[in-house]
């Protein structure tokens, strides 16, 4: 049965997949964006189709439509835009998910929150359960993106006590892909890019800081299981890729794929920069029967090709 489903943020690197996964099912899906990250771009071969509306809107502000899911994505999730405007990003985080928990509870529809494994802060416990609270700087530069998604979590589960909202929670861990921005802070297009240009690779510290990484497709496969999950489980629930792997082997992997000249140069650590992230799926794995297929050399391979193109506009 073709659903009525509205996505903020989705004209965003994860958005733009996931209207595309959504639109492909048959579903009616409205695409809200402000453009403040995502591009009409991402989502133009979804413009024209039948099934496919784009509406300019900040979620900051009240939104009115008849809908039967939510998910809502719409926030800065790259560090050189969330720390550009930090006010607005804890806006977006905190008023976006009162007026789109608002929005269910009006339509009595299901909504899902896209939350982070920032919630975690730089962790003392790894891998990282959803049973651990976090070790996170309220006062850091990072902060209003760190605390803005813990605040709407917060926000999900009081509407879903007081009000009975459906409501789903994941955590994202770091997501990769074709559609990611060239600029946008990220370590995985960061590489790519500059591997490309021929430029120095930038590593921050000692580059043994570690990360998971995960294909968007995974990703997106991971949303839509736990939207169609139960409404006993409401998460959260990391949704991530286990494989850990250090900024070092990262830097070395891009630079062999690419065939690029670059060489790895050393910068100090930002403040507040997680030195380990993985995700503990225990839980993905039992409750959606999820895990993320696409290994690493592959995602990658896919994601320099999409890049190449972009550098040849």
Not at 1 to 17: N, P, Q, Y
Not at 68 to 88: F, H, K, M, R, T
Not at 94 to 119: D, N, P, W
Not at 272 to 291: G, Q
């Amino acid at each position: 049965m073709m659903k009525r489903i509205l996505v903020t943020g989705g004209a965003g690197f994860i958005g733009s997949h996931l209207c595309e996964r959504l639109v492909n099912e048959g579903n009616d899906v409205i695409c809200l964006d402000n453009f403040y990250t995502g591009s009409k771009e991402n989502v133009w071969h979804l413009i024209g189709r039948p099934n496919f509306e784009i509406v300019r809107h900040d979620v900051c502000q009240p939104y009115w439509a008849e809908v039967d899911e939510i998910y809502n994505l719409a926030c800065p999730a790259s560090p050189v835009y969330y720390q550009n405007d930090p006010i607005q990003t804890t806006k977006t985080s905190v008023f976006g998910a009162y007026h789109m928990l608002g929005l269910a509870r009006r339509t009595k529809c299901k909504i899902l929150q896209t939350s982070t494994s920032e919630v975690y802060g730089d962790p003392s416990v790894h891998p990282q359960p959803e049973s651990y609270w976090g070790n996170v700087n309220t006062i850091g530069i990072r902060s209003c993106y760190d605390e803005g998604k813990r605040c709407a979590e917060t926000m999900f589960f009081d509407y879903h006590r007081l009000h009975g909202v459906r409501i789903k929670v994941i955590r994202i861990f770091n997501t990769y892909g074709p559609r990611m921005a060239q600029n946008d802070g990220r370590v995985v297009s960061n590489f790519i890019m500059q591997a490309l240009r021929g430029e120095d690779i930038t590593i921050y510290g000692d580059g043994q800081q570690t990360r998971s990484f995960q294909y968007v497709t995974d990703l997106i496969e991971g949303m839509v299981r736990m939207m169609n999950s139960g409404d006993d489980f409401l998460g959260p629930v990391n949704i991530g890729n286990p494989g850990e792997f250090t900024m070092l082997e990262l830097a070395e992997k891009v630079i062999a794929m690419t065939g690029s000249k670059s060489k790895i140069v050393f910068r100090p650590l930002p403040s507040d920069d997680p030195k380990m992230r993985r995700p503990d799926i225990t839980l993905a794995k039992s409750k959606l029967d999820w895990a993320p297929k696409v290994p690493l050399d592959e995602g990658l391979a896919k994601t320099i090709e999409y890049f190449k193109g972009t550098i040849k506009k």
